[in-house]
C-alpha cells in the first residue's frame, strides 16, 4: 500500500513487476509528487496535458505534451492521468504500457483505439483495467452528446423513463471499445466517482474545488 501519511483510497494490482494503481481521495494533488505517494516507488513519472482527444503519445519523464493517452516500453517510468469523474483505462502487454484518459469526447474520438494500437502488440495479449469513473446513475447528459456516445457503441445509453433525459454509462462504452479492438481480458473498478464522496473526486459533485484520482501504471526496472 502506499506509504504516504495521508491515507489514500487506492485499487491495486501487482504481477511479476507490473505495478497497477487507482488512486482517489488523499493522493498527491500533482503528477510530480506521485512517486512519494506509489510503493515501490518508479524512478520517472510522465503525464499529459488532456484535451478530451483522440491523441496518443510516447511518454516520456515529466510533461509528454498535449494528448489523452501515454505509451512506453521504458522501466521504471510512470505513467499518470488525472480523472474526475472521465474514465481511465491503464493497459499492459509484454514490456509495454499505456494510461487512457476517456472523456466522453475521448471516447467519441477513439482514443482507446489508438492506444492500444500505439502499443504495437497483438491486441489479444494486452490487459486492461477500466478505473472508476461517473456511473450511469449519475451521468446524465443532453440528446446530442448522448446520440454521439450512441454511435461509439456499447448500448450505454439509457433513459429512465419517457421524456427524461438520457443517462450513460461510460465504463461500458470503455469496455465496448477495447473488446472491438481485440483486447479480451478486461476488469473494470466498477464505482461511480460521484456515489463515494469519501473515496473519490468529482468534478459533477464538487464542481471546482474537486481534487483529481490518479490513475499510475509502471514496470519494475529489472
Do not use: K
Not at 68 to 75: I, M, N, Q, S, Y
Not at 130 to 144: A, L
Amino acid at each position: 500500500m502506499s506509504r504516504a501519511t495521508t491515507p489514500i483510497w487506492a485499487w491495486e494490482h501487482d504481477e511479476d513487476g507490473l505495478h497497477v494503481r487507482f488512486l482517489g481521495r488523499g493522493a498527491s494533488p500533482t503528477a510530480e509528487d506521485l512517486p512519494s505517494r506509489l510503493d515501490p516507488p518508479p524512478r520517472q513519472v510522465g503525464w499529459l496535458r488532456q484535451i478530451h482527444s483522440g491523441l496518443a503519445l510516447d511518454a516520456r519523464p515529466g510533461s509528454a505534451g498535449d494528448g489523452d493517452a501515454l505509451v512506453t516500453g521504458r522501466p521504471g517510468l510512470a505513467l499518470a492521468i488525472a480523472t474526475a469523474d472521465c474514465v481511465p483505462v491503464l493497459l499492459a502487454g509484454r514490456d509495454r504500457v499505456a494510461a487512457v484518459h476517456a472523456g466522453w469526447r475521448g471516447l467519441v474520438a477513439g482514443v482507446i483505439h489508438t492506444a492500444v494500437s500505439r502499443l504495437g502488440l497483438v491486441p489479444s495479449e494486452v490487459r486492461a483495467w477500466v478505473g472508476p469513473s461517473i456511473g450511469r446513475c449519475c451521468y446524465e447528459v443532453g440528446d446530442d452528446v448522448a446520440l454521439r456516445l450512441t454511435d461509439a457503441g456499447g448500448g450505454a445509453v439509457a433513459r429512465s423513463g419517457s421524456g427524461a433525459r438520457p443517462h450513460v454509462d461510460l465504463q461500458r462504452i470503455a469496455d465496448h471499445q477495447l473488446r472491438t479492438a481485440g483486447v479480451e481480458r478486461v476488469e473494470t473498478i466498477r464505482l461511480c466517482t460521484r456515489c463515494h464522496p469519501d473515496r473519490l473526486w468529482s468534478y459533477r459533485r464538487d464542481g471546482g474545488s474537486a481534487g483529481r484520482n490518479w490513475a499510475v501504471i509502471w514496470r519494475a526496472e529489472p
